[in-house]
């Protein structure tokens, strides 16, 4: 029904996560109703995507060889954060209260996936932890996926002679006890903490 | 955090209606995750919406002077559907039960907006309007908008000596009739009509 050029702009919309055909044609409006110098502008942005890489070193994006936390020589490069994807480490970062460095593992272990051990940068990891290496904080999200990469990390990390640490699971902060699932429940009250006065 | 023209490409999904950050990030790996073909496909697509214009005659969108639909001889020049937007063409083609033109107004006044009668394509409508004209049918949404913008058509296109007619208001198809909401019940006992044997 549309020109044929916006049909197909259309059909890419419809291919972003979780977008079906009523949004992909408000974004596709959106677009056409921008200024000729907004367009271009979305399409350098769009082309200077082929200039982004992963991190020679921890797997994060970057635009040069090193990305811009492995390069920091403020960071304590003898503590390495474990995570997931991307997203994962600037989750982190915004809570500003981290001063090692990461490694990301561009996705979890998953039999229903059929990701293994070797799909994921788990030999780049053994690689980087040396005798300097004062701690592995594994921080997966604690799904299925995330709990079996976890237990995979905490095998192949024995031998290493490093301490290995977990995200501690829990409530919440904010959250209502009556609100939580079993699990969690479960997990906070095993993991109870004594009452300190700091 | 991420390398600059990626944060800038997550900014730009930002200003798609509807989208936060969270969102406008898995939109933003996903391109990224596109092989170079791809994002060359993207870029064109973006690229070619500049040739994408409104139809000279209805309003449509169209990559030529005129659109497929004022091209298509089959259709009924003299019967004309007044909607709000190119989607509601679209929306009202699918039912493939309509055999007339259409005119696009590209909105509806609204007071609340600012929108007044000269800012859409009213003036556009009452010159296609001549003495072969059988019938205006006025498609618009049954908001506040569209209502008084209704009520305005109506009120001009009483000179015209055409007839005005509007869509049906009433119960949905399929719908439940304690779901439905006061102003459509009145509408659809107002227009209740004779049980005829078809």
Redesign the interface.
């Known amino acids: 029904?549309?020109?044929?050029?916006?049909e197909?702009?259309i059909a890419?919309f419809e291919?972003?996560?979780?977008v079906g055909n009523k949004?992909a044609?408000?974004?596709a409006?959106?677009?056409?109703n921008k200024e000729?110098e907004e367009?271009a502008?979305?399409?350098e942005?769009?082309?200077?995507?082929?200039?982004?890489r992963r991190c020679r070193i921890c797997g994060f994006?970057?635009?040069e060889d090193e990305c811009?936390i492995c390069k920091d020589e403020g960071r304590n490069r003898n503590l390495i954060m474990v995570v997931a994807n991307?997203?994962d480490?600037?989750a982190i970062?915004r809570t500003a209260s981290y001063k090692g460095v990461y490694h990301v593992l561009g996705g979890l272990i998953s039999s229903s996936k059929g990701i293994y051990p070797e799909d994921i940068r788990i030999e780049e990891l053994l690689n980087r932890i040396n005798d300097n290496t004062e701690e592995v904080i594994v921080a997966l999200s604690p799904t299925m996926d995330g709990e079996m990469t976890a237990l995979y990390l905490d095998k192949i990390l024995k031998d290493k002679k490093v301490l290995v640490t977990r995200l501690a699971h829990g409530l919440p902060m904010g959250s209502s006890l009556d609100y939580a699932d079993d699990l969690t429940l479960i997990k906070a009250m095993d993991n109870r903490r004594k009452i300190e006065n700091e």
């Open positions: 029904m549309y020109p044929e050029n916006f197909k702009l890419l291919k972003l996560p979780g949004t044609q408000r974004y409006f959106t677009l056409l000729k367009l502008d979305v399409v942005t769009i082309e200077g995507l082929q200039k982004i994006l970057s635009d811009i991307p997203q480490v600037t970062e």
